[in-house]
């Protein structure tokens, strides 16, 4: 007896049904890869808490010190020194989203030949903390935590200083696409995320205005908890002790970018 083969008809509804199948498994995989990226970020995040609580023990429960800028001004080196004793594993300044810095890229300029989500990187001054002669991370600090600023800074108010003056909902590390930031209510959001020669880089809201996981950003707070944050909830963080928190953002009506308005 003669065995009977597939038809191509058969044959084009088992090619369908595959392909059909391929169309739904494909998405939900990718936002399955995303989804894991975005829970190793928020682990490492949750680290930095920890991290600047032991600071924090040795020091009187200080922030680290304004005085510890180092020799590169802007390199964020006052976080980068003080904090790199207390752990082990450089890994956890990157987010799994964030790619290395191309060769031949000035690590000290973010406006070079840049996009969101890619890593930052800064020369080391300080080869005993650390071998090599780049840092590379993809967070940044609030650098309203810090302490021991100069009296004769005219928003020296504006700092928390120690641990134990800070509220809970004062945001400590951020994906960041630079090493820091002094962001204030006022900052505008930038009205092109995926063109950082667009930015105004004095608006420092922009830094952490990414959208590096699915229209927000992984934030570690002062009472040690972590989350991701949307976007638009930036400003509606306690940055430093004066920043209103019900600032023209919170406004009915206020108008964002169109990337923004459906995040």
Not at 163 to 188: I, K, R
Request: hydrophobic share 40%; net charge negative; aromatic share 12%.
């Amino acid at each position: 007896m003669k065995k009977k083969g597939f038809t191509l008809i058969e044959l084009l509804v088992v090619i369908a049904i595959i392909a059909l199948l391929l169309a739904i498994l494909v998405p939900s995989l990718g936002k399955a890869k995303e989804m894991a990226k975005e829970l190793v970020c928020l682990t490492r995040m949750k680290q930095w808490s920890l991290i600047v609580n032991l600071y924090g023990n040795d020091y009187d429960s200080k922030f680290p010190d304004y005085k510890c800028f180092g020799p590169i001004a802007g390199a964020g080196h006052w976080w980068m020194q003080s904090l790199r004793p207390y752990y082990d594993d450089p890994k956890i300044r990157l987010c799994p989203s964030a790619e290395r810095l191309p060769e031949g890229v000035d690590p000290l300029d973010p406006l070079t030949n840049r996009n969101p989500n890619q890593c930052w990187g800064a020369i080391n001054p300080y080869p005993e903390l650390e071998a090599g002669d780049f840092i590379y991370g993809s967070l940044g600090a609030n650098c309203w935590m810090l302490s021991d600023v100069a009296s004769t800074n005219a928003v020296a108010d504006r700092y928390w200083g120690k641990q134990s003056g800070a509220t809970w909902d004062v945001p400590l590390f951020l994906d960041c696409y630079w090493v820091d930031g002094w962001p204030n209510e006022n900052n505008l959001p930038q009205d092109d995320p995926d063109d950082p020669s667009t930015w105004d880089i004095t608006q420092a809201m922009q830094l952490f205005n990414i959208d590096r996981h699915g229209g927000g950003v992984s934030v570690t707070f002062m009472d040690g908890s972590c989350r991701k944050v949307g976007l638009k909830g930036l400003w509606r963080l306690k940055w430093h002790r004066k920043f209103n928190t019900g600032n023209a953002t919170t406004v009915p009506g206020f108008i964002w970018p169109d990337w923004m308005e459906g995040l």
